[in-house]
């Protein structure tokens, strides 16, 4: 069995498994995104309390299993729970699909700390009442660029020149960016 390992997370999904247990996908500043099963996340007074709900921020503790196989969520304390005040149905909406790119953008146990960082804080101005199509829009972009899915404005995806924008422009998919 391996050694237990730690790191800061946010919880991006929660799947009932049983009456007891569940499966959580979690964003780690250290491994990334990884996946694993909570025995016991469900009950009330369960090793893990409310640290488990979706949008939480918290420290764990997990086990891990062969590739392709679940890990083992043994330990997790709640540090933060990003919910909007009030009944801000945009806020919260916004932070959902925050979770949902970082499922879709992300691969398992590939870290990416700042990623991680940007995500916390980009859930924190959307809970405090940030303009969430702002705020969501930034935080596109910079996963875009972190990741190195980000299109080339500046120069052509093509031949490499320098974009001149008083002139005609269209953006090549294939390419990755503008085409002069």
Request: net charge neutral; glycine share 8%; proline share 4%.
């Amino acid at each position: 069995m391996s050694a237990p390992e730690k790191a800061s997370a946010l919880v991006l999904r929660v799947i009932d498994f049983s009456e007891t247990s569940a499966v959580v996908t979690l964003f780690t500043r250290e491994f990334g995104k990884i996946s694993g099963m909570a025995k016991g996340a469900r009950r009330p007074k369960g090793p893990f309390e409310h640290a488990l709900d979706l949008l939480a921020q918290c420290r764990i503790v997990f086990l891990r299993k062969s590739p392709g196989a679940l890990d083992l969520l043994t330990e997790a304390k709640l540090e933060r729970w990003f919910r909007p005040r009030g009944h801000d149905l945009a806020s919260l909406y916004a932070g959902y699909y925050v979770a949902e790119l970082l499922v879709e953008l992300t691969h398992d146990y590939d870290p990416h700390a700042e990623l991680f960082d940007a995500a916390v804080q980009t859930l924190a101005e959307l809970m405090r009442g940030g303009p969430a199509d702002a705020v969501v829009l930034r935080f596109e972009l910079w996963a875009l660029r972190v990741l190195g899915h980000l299109p080339s404005f500046a120069v052509c995806a093509e031949c490499g020149t320098s974009i001149s924008w008083s002139g005609r422009v269209s953006f090549g998919m294939l390419a990755g960016g503008v085409l002069c």
